[in-house]
């Protein structure tokens, strides 16, 4: 009865058109008023202590960052290193997106303000060089969406804050994954770039990469500072994102000298209003999430999922078809703040490792960002691109299949993740 009230009133309240936030809220209500609890001022309480949290500070920080870099010519610089290196070669242009992704990935940690970027640089390229602009915008929206997986992240922050797990641990366990999912990207658009007859860009000169190195140098410094400080403990997740927002507005007001004071007010509204959405929905999340654990939820879960308690994987699979499903009709960081308290216990219970099975979650979530019919990050690019949702969903599928594929393998082997985050923890 617990689920049916749950699930009832959380996607009756969605049905209706009701903010998703707001939708939370009423959902933890209607299980306080089932269990026979109601106290408006316990869901105040909650709601106060959802955002009264330290980790989740990295968020506007990372936030700040991801615009910063945007606006003041870093992400820029990452664009015009790749096309120096590999901008020459057949496909080249498609193997500079997925690239520039991976690094964007490891300075942002947003899939939105990676797609925004690289959409508004590669796409109109990519056009002119005569590739498919529908196969050019589904390979930008499925690279933008390393951008959750290689740190800084902030759906593991998010996941880490309601899953009560280490963020350290899900940042350094979601770098080898998200390599894995570059190199599948990679795969495909070699097959797909061999048949089209597209111009390639000149091959420059070994003084113009040089040049376009150095120009980026301060750039690349910045995932390098935020890893290296991780792994020795020199700071918290909640410090590294201060770090990067300090570091990308030194880099550029003074380096690059591209962000003047008011373009800076600009950018400084837009990460709070991010941050505002995203930080109310985790103070309304935690309503529903007290509940979830006072009713047992995850114990009911458990006993639905018994036949597969016994066999990990089995598990597994059922939990990322699941999420799957979600993903096409919720964006991520609801999803997060919704599954993680119910789903966490219940892969505790089966033995799997909360943190290998975070770093899948949240794959799977990312993914998610690129299924119809919401597709947050598809959106991005075709307002960004000019692109209509029906010509950029023809060109995402074969980009999305390889991503799943990368997904099933990371189920069926375990150690892809666990081993190197083993290794990258000491």
């Not at 990372?62 to 606006?71: D, K, Q, R, V, W």
């Not at 597969?308 to 960081?333: E, H, R, Y």
């Not at 599954?339 to 975070?358: N, Q, R, S």
């Not at 990050?377 to 995402?396: R, T």
């Amino acid at each position: 009865m617990t689920i049916v009230v749950f699930l009832g009133s959380l996607l009756g309240a969605m049905a209706i058109g009701m903010p998703i936030a707001f939708a939370l809220i009423l959902c933890g209500v209607a299980l306080m008023y089932q269990q026979d609890l109601f106290d408006a001022q316990i869901v105040a309480q909650n709601i106060i202590n959802g955002a009264d949290s330290f980790p989740l500070m990295a968020v506007p920080f990372f936030m700040l960052a991801g615009e910063i870099m945007n606006e003041g010519g870093l992400s820029r610089r990452i664009v015009n290193l790749a096309l120096a290196l590999v901008g020459h070669i057949r496909g080249g242009l498609g193997f500079v997106a997925i690239f520039a992704a991976c690094v964007l990935a490891s300075l942002s940690g947003s899939a939105v303000a990676d797609a925004a970027a690289l959409s508004a640089l590669l796409v109109p390229m990519m056009i002119k060089a005569g590739h498919d602009p529908a196969r050019s915008g589904g390979l930008i929206a499925s690279g933008a969406i390393i951008g959750p997986i290689i740190p800084p992240s902030i759906g593991f922050i998010i996941f880490g804050v309601a899953g009560n797990l280490s963020i350290t641990k899900l940042f350094l366990a979601g770098i080898a994954p998200g390599i894995l999912i570059g190199l599948a990207l990679c795969a495909t658009w070699w097959w797909i770039a061999r048949k089209e007859g597209a111009s390639l860009p000149p091959r420059q000169s070994g003084e113009q990469r040089r040049r376009a190195f150095f120009e980026s140098l301060w750039a690349l410094f910045l995932p390098v500072i935020i890893i290296v400080g991780l792994k020795l403990g020199i700071f918290t997740p909640t410090e590294a994102a201060v770090v990067a927002a300090v570091y990308s507005l030194f880099v550029a007001t003074c380096i690059y000298r591209e962000l003047g004071l008011a373009q800076l007010y600009a950018v400084l509204v837009s990460a709070a209003k991010v941050t505002s959405v995203v930080m109310f929905l985790v103070a309304a999340a935690l309503v529903s999430a007290w509940l979830i654990t006072v009713a047992d939820l995850p114990g009911q879960v458990t006993e639905l999922l018994a036949p597969f308690m016994d066999s990990p994987k089995l598990l597994m699979l059922m939990i990322m078809l699941l999420v799957v499903a979600v993903g096409t009709a919720m964006d991520m960081t609801p999803t997060i703040l919704i599954l993680t308290p119910v789903l966490v216990p219940v892969v505790k219970e089966a033995g799997i490792d909360p943190i290998y099975f975070g770093v899948l979650f949240i794959i799977n979530n990312a993914i998610g960002l690129i299924t119809p019919p919401v597709g947050t990050v598809l959106n991005v690019v075709c307002g960004s691109a000019k692109l209509s949702m029906d010509e950029i969903m023809k060109g995402v599928w074969p980009f999305l299949l390889a991503e799943l594929a990368v997904l099933l393998l990371l189920v069926l082997f375990p150690s892809l993740v666990t081993a190197p985050a083993a290794w990258l923890a000491g």
